[in-house]
């Protein structure tokens, strides 16, 4: 019996016990006690009709996927699991080793990281002993990581999901649930080359991905710092200023500057200097001309953050990246631990979402953060590192609409041989031909069914795009043969038996020649 069921039993007991208290009881008590007593039997039965019955019908509720989350289907993995690849190509590339890291983290290793965006972190229920939290991105738990293995030198790559409460957009690729691919150098070189280095696999990876048009943003926290100290904003109000600069993307200069006035205490005047120079952007030539503004030249964090742009730039150069680099003054980002260089990568063309234009803004982001290492190490140890993050969901959504705008179909399973029967009795054959192909390495697949009808076996082959289909068959086995048919053409030949593992691995070699030259 159920723990349900026994509760119910005990409680209905305990009840009529109480019931035949109160009738023999009632002549010999005071009023007070029989009332306690029918207290205490309105609260048992109160309890009773909690409990229902377990065949009682399931509460109605909406079943879906929570708030900024989804689904995937086969066909919608295929994609993914296929630009995660090429990220992961580029990453190997340039000498980057894997870590992974807990999806949680101590609460108080996020806290006090992230500026204004710390109020999207998930906080999770206590548990028992840790206060924790989902992570909201993979730059912290990689400086834990550091800190407490006590590693000075690393460049690491790290896939994983994060966890965010933001708004939101799902056909913009913004979700509260989301991969990010990471790419970081960590340790003490010269100023900018590893940094040149983040741009130039970001610039990799975009080509890699055919993703269409792309701009790389660049600036500096420390010309950023200057400008607002040229400007007349005080010290201590650099950070909240900085991550109202860094809603320019997505709100106009007019609403930036009323946020700056209203809530960010700033004044009209430092306000209106800002947004003379966040307005500019450019290259090298930009560099220069700032470096003789009358007001930066006389500030040394805009000077130090200058020549740092100027450096960058020569060496984008070098690395034949040069055409894809913008120095924007507008680019901000809003995270307190930044330090240095910092950029966006940002698709400059619209991509279509059934008859709508739908922009994702930024898919790509990052820069240095010199200081965030120490923060966890005991004595205050440094370990500087740069980094950048691919925006992986904002690249699904757009490769996703540009597979449903040309109707092109996407396999879900990799499937190139199925092993087919004519006739019944043939399962046991049917499987030792499966496991011959399996062994030899050959992805193939049969109907689990014991006498499964022709037409229904190939149609399955077309739906699911198989290429190749072993057709076995009374008289050609007698004969030493099977039939083997291209799916798509709808061609059969006959193959010996002995030399099947032979021919369909040289069908299968040139089938995967030809679809790669047509990418």
């Known amino acids: 019996m159920s723990f349900r069921a026994i509760s119910l039993v005990k409680i209905h007991k305990t009840v009529l ?230 809603k320019l993307d997505k709100l106009s200069w007019e609403e930036v500057r009323t946020e700056m006035i209203n809530e960010k205490g700033v004044t009209p005047e430092a306000a209106d200097k800002i947004g003379e120079y966040v307005r500019l952007n450019g290259g090298t030539e930009l560099a220069d001309k700032l470096l003789k503004d009358e007001k930066l030249s006389k500030t040394k964090a805009a000077v130090e953050g200058l020549e740092g742009i100027k450096l960058l730039l020569h060496y984008c150069e070098l690395f034949g990246i040069k055409d894809k680099i913008l120095f924007d003054l507008s680019l901000a980002r809003g995270l307190d631990y930044y330090t240095g260089v910092i950029y966006e990568a940002v698709l400059t063309q619209p991509f279509k979402v059934g008859n709508e234009d739908q922009t994702v803004g930024s898919i790509a982001g990052g820069g240095r953060y010199d200081n965030l290492v120490g923060m966890f190490d005991s004595k205050n140890k440094q370990v500087p590192c740069v980094g950048v993050s691919i925006g992986v969901e904002r690249v699904f959504s757009v490769l996703e609409a540009r597979a449903a705008a040309a109707a092109r179909r996407v396999r879900g399973a990799d499937v190139d041989v199925y092993v087919a029967s004519a006739q019944k009795n043939f399962l046991d054959e049917r499987m030792k031909i499966c496991a011959e192909l399996w062994s030899a390495g050959i992805k193939a697949e049969q109907s689990y069914k014991k006498n499964p009808k022709m037409l229904t076996q190939l149609q399955h082959c077309e739906e699911a795009g198989i290429p190749l289909a072993v057709v076995l068959g009374d008289d050609e086995l007698q004969r030493g043969v099977v039939t083997l048919r291209d799916v798509a053409a709808r061609r059969e030949s006959e193959v010996p038996r002995h030399a099947l593992v032979d021919e369909l691995q040289a069908r299968i070699a040139a089938l995967n020649t030809t679809l790669n030259g047509n990418k």
């Open 17 to 246: 016990r109480l019931h035949n208290m109160n009738r023999v009881l009632t002549k010999t008590i005071t009023t007070s006690a029989c009332c306690k007593i029918k207290k205490e039997v309105a609260k048992l039965l109160a309890l009773k009709a909690q409990l229902a019955p377990e065949d009682a019908a399931p509460q109605k509720f909406t079943l879906k996927t929570p708030k900024g989350t989804r689904d995937y289907t086969p066909q919608q993995m295929t994609i993914r699991n296929e630009v995660l690849q090429k990220i992961i190509t580029v990453f190997k590339r340039h000498g980057a080793e894997c870590i992974d890291t807990p999806v949680f983290e101590l609460k108080e290793v996020l806290t006090g990281k992230y500026g204004e965006d710390s109020k999207l972190i998930y906080d999770l229920k206590d548990q028992g002993g840790e206060i924790l939290s989902l992570r909201y991105d993979l730059t912290v738990p990689l400086a834990r990581y550091l800190a407490m293995s006590k590693i000075n030198t690393l460049k690491r790559y790290h896939i994983a999901k994060v966890y965010r409460r933001d708004n939101p957009a799902m056909t913009r690729g913004r979700y509260r649930e989301f991969y990010q691919c990471d790419f970081d150098i960590a340790g003490q070189y010269d100023p900018m080359v590893p940094d040149a280095e983040c741009l130039r696999v970001v610039s990799e990876i975009l080509d890699t991905l055919d993703i269409g048009r792309y701009v790389l943003k660049v600036n500096h926290r420390r010309l950023l710092d200057g400008m607002f100290e040229a400007c007349g904003v005080p010290a201590d109000n650099f950070r909240a200023t900085c991550s109202t600069v860094d």
